[in-house]
């Protein structure tokens, strides 16, 4: 194809992509785009009174390669700091996770929870990475038919069902290249961390904070890689680490293990409440026949996959751990699966986008498995246990990807300031482990850690006053601990 057609043909796909948007004027190079705030969309929850949110539309490059080429939209939230102008300090830029999560609304569903010294000292900035949400979101169709309701088996057992899995792979890949096509280079974490740079420009602030949880750990690290000097005070809450992502989903799978056995062992301590078994391997022969039946027999397209996806979301937080046990039970008692069914549809235009941003990000920021790979990576809990909740293994499509990134996100950098870690000591969904693997990249951070913790989330999240105030300390005063920190936990809840 020649140049000009390549390029015809990349307008065509921004054009799909961005339909919904505003069209966004070419800005000259190293000149930021002016950001005005409006009204935001129903989507953002409003604060509570005095205060308010305001959104706003920035347009970036889609290449940060070419400033001068076509540019899309990132969608900007703010609630302005509740302090005195002296209390003032500049920016929060904050993130949620994912990737695939949408941080529009959470500049106010954080900056709720936010110690109020937090509050009051800075102005909390939420946005939507490119891909999702309100910023030009990208889209995968069918995605393999990921959606199909029933899904397929999660976890395949033998040649055949293994030969089909790593169909069902490709037929994503296929579909993501179908339907995002020329978008799939850019949409990586590394391009996001230029649009949060974007942002703090055109905003008129020197520096930016930042407060990134699970996936938003590994976009603050790729900013502080990108832009070290540009640093005022960041939090990277519950840490993904800097190996390739399909080694993070590899490790992550294995700490569910861990996790649903600690769960089960929970349950059967319980047994009273719950009346799935007084042992822990009780419970797990009761969670078994619920998935074997459900995989039999799908009730109203319930089956195998949805079944995972709930254990997958329950095992992240243990005050969803009470729901999980009481829906195994009712559906063993009575056949009921209320407590099990999400409370929002899979196939929603949200969790589309999510789904899809989520591949498309993993696979843009670094190196792919092997199809061998991913059957061996499959194999390895299979023999540790025959029914491994896989739900989260969504770098394994990245093996058919179309599109090969150059490189890998380049994370941290020696010339950051202090950094400031916090983990959770059996935080199933990110290992603690990959706090300590980052930190190695960020000399002079400090990883606060909450000892006897199974959740999923630290900071302004699990209450703990200990992790809440040495952060709020860091954010607001520059109080950088003078080791590594650990905070006493709650240990396993209690049953209610």
Known sequence: MTRPARRTALLCALAAATALLPAAPVQAAGRPSPLRFTACPDSVPRPAAPERVECGRLAV???????????????????RASGTPAERRG????????????????????????????????????????????????TCGPMGGLFDSPGSEPVPAGARSERAY???????????????????????????????????????EPRTSFLGVSYGSYL????????????????????????????????????????????????????GRFGLGGTPAAVRDAYLRVRRDLAARPVAGFGPAEFDRAVYRALGRTERWAGLAD???????????????????????????YEAANR?????????????????????PR?????????????????????????????????????????????????????HRLQRLLPGSRLVTLDD??????????GNTCVDDTVAAYLVRGDVPSANARCTGPGLPTAR
């Not at 904050?94 to 000292?121: D, E, F, I, M, W």
């Not at 579909?175 to 850019?186: F, I, K, Q, V």
């Not at 941290?412 to 935080?427: E, M, N």
């Open 61 to 79: 490059p889609l290449d940060r390669h070419r400033p001068s080429g076509p540019h899309i939209e990132v969608a900007v939230s703010r609630v």
């Open 91 to 138: 920016i929060l830029l904050v993130n949620p996770g994912g990737p695939g999560g949408s941080g529009l609304p959470y500049a106010v569903t954080k900056r709720a929870k936010l110690p109020q010294s937090v509050r009051r000292a800075y102005d909390v900035v939420g946005f939507d990475p490119r891909g999702v949400g309100q910023s030009t979101p990208v």
């Open 166 to 204: 790593l169909a069902s792979l490709r037929a994503l890949a296929d579909d993501c290249a179908t339907h995002a096509g020329r978008l799939l280079p850019y949409l990586s974490t590394e391009q996001t961390a230029y649009d949060m740079d974007a942002i703090r420009a055109a905003l008129g």
């Open 220 to 271: 603050g690290a790729a900013y502080t890689a990108r832009f070290p000097h540009r640093v005022d005070r960041m939090v990277l809450d519950s840490v993904v680490g800097p190996g390739d992502w399909y080694d993070f989903d590899v490790l992550q799978s294995r700490a569910l293990l861990r996790q649903r056995d600690t769960f089960f062992a929970w349950t059967a301590a319980h047994a």
């Open 327 to 353: 829906g195994l039970r009712g559906r063993l008692t009575d056949g009921d699966l209320g407590g099990l069914r999400p409370d929002s549809a899979f196939d929603s235009p949200g969790s589309r986008n």
């Open 360 to 380: 498309v990000v993993k696979c843009a920021d670094g190196p792919a498995p092997g199809p061998r790979d991913v059957l061996a990576d499959i194999r390895r």
């Open 383 to 435: 023999r540790l246990d025959p029914q491994p909740v896989l739900t989260g293994m969504e770098a394994s499509t990245c093996a058919y990807w179309h599109h090969r990134p150059g490189h890998r996100t380049p994370l941290g950098s020696p010339d950051a300031p202090p950094v400031l870690l916090v983990a959770s000591t059996h935080d199933p969904v990110t290992p603690v482990e990959g706090a």
């Open 453 to 462: 913790d199974y959740s999923h989330g630290v900071f302004a999240s699990r």
